[in-house]
């Protein structure tokens, strides 16, 4: 394990609240292990403006994890062993966390999820509102149950009672765009969850001509003003990628989240490296795709103190 970024669970996990407090509008982007965590956490550029720009968080998503594990993103990976995970990437890094809970199973299971996550020092979780065990949302062809929306608000409550810090915010996912129930159903929940004990709201589409995100956007825009309740929104972009981050908090959202592109650019990689060994006979050619030994050693650690 990395030394690197040590934090202590309690120093982090208000850290995603702070920002959201400050006004901040912030990027995550996706880990599925502990490396892609540190990579994820390391990542940065000199902005356009010459400020260094980087990620401000870490996803830890449900369907990247399954899919390192080769395993269909059904909620299929023991509750325990997604902590396992948790745990490894929160060890390996130091940005604030935000962890997909999936549904969380029913209430009980998500009180331990909640508590669980708070004491590994996550910032955010975010829970959907869909039917145990959920489906994965960007599949084509899939059929989505959505939950009874005041008996998930209730959960959501009962997940917020249930830690001690006071530091870690849960966020209602609706899942209505997903599940083809629409915009109106999508509101109607909005309406609710603003009105609950969730900090915030997620919206999910899988529209790529984003026409539906905005419209929900600027529907919610409208909700936010008539029902005086101002919680951030947060978007996963996967599908109508051609938005840029900018515009999206231009035009009301708080947090964007990139959601499975380490997962997906470590495929290509992987396939590309596999390839090209076999076509030379040797791997010297694969050498300009992959990182060499002393940068590994150096981000990771070689242990040889
Ligand atoms: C995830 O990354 O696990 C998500 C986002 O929940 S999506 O896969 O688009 O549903
Ligand atoms: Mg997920």
Redesign the pocket.
């Known amino acids: 394990m990395t030394l690197k970024h040590r934090i202590l669970a309690e120093d982090r996990r208000g850290l995603l609240k702070a920002m959201l407090g400050e006004g901040r509008k912030l990027r995550a982007i996706?880990a599925h292990n502990p490396l892609s965590g540190l990579i994820g956490n390391e990542a940065a550029i000199d902005g356009p403006d010459g400020a260094r720009k980087e990620f401000d968080a870490l996803?830890l998503?449900?369907?990247?994890?399954a899919s390192s594990r080769a395993l269909p993103?059904v909620e299929l990976a023991r509750q325990e062993r997604k902590l396992e995970t948790i745990e490894e990437i929160a060890a390996a890094t130091d940005k604030p966390l935000i962890a997909?809970a999936?549904t969380g199973g029913d209430k009980l299971a998500f009180r331990y999820l909640c508590t669980r996550l708070e004491a590994l020092g996550v910032s955010l979780i975010i829970v959907?509102d869909k039917v145990f065990p959920k489906r994965?949302?960007?599949a084509a062809g899939v059929q989505h149950d959505l939950e009874d929306p005041a008996a998930f608000a209730a959960k959501i409550g009962t997940g917020k009672e249930a830690m001690l810090s006071g530091d870690v915010l849960i966020f209602a996912r609706i899942e209505s765009l997903?599940a083809g129930a629409g915009l109106d159903d999508a509101l109607m929940r909005a309406r609710i969850y603003l009105d609950s004990p969730a900090d915030g709201i997620v919206i999910?589409s899988k529209d790529k001509t984003g026409e539906e995100i905005f419209a929900f956007i600027d529907a919610f825009n409208a909700l936010r003003h008539e029902t005086g309740i101002d919680k951030p929104l947060l978007c996963?972009p996967?599908a109508y990628n051609f938005v840029h981050d900018t515009e999206l908090f231009e035009r009301g959202v708080s947090v964007v989240?990139h959601?499975?592109h380490l997962l997906r650019a470590a495929f290509l990689a992987m396939e590309q490296a596999c390839e090209t060994i076999l076509r030379a006979d040797r791997s010297r050619e694969a050498d300009d795709i992959c990182v060499d030994l002393p940068r590994l050693f150096d981000l990771i650690g070689t242990g040889g103190k």
């Open positions: 996706e996803w998503s449900g369907f990247t994890c993103d997909d999936d959907e994965t949302s960007l997903i999910h996963i996967t989240i959601a499975n």
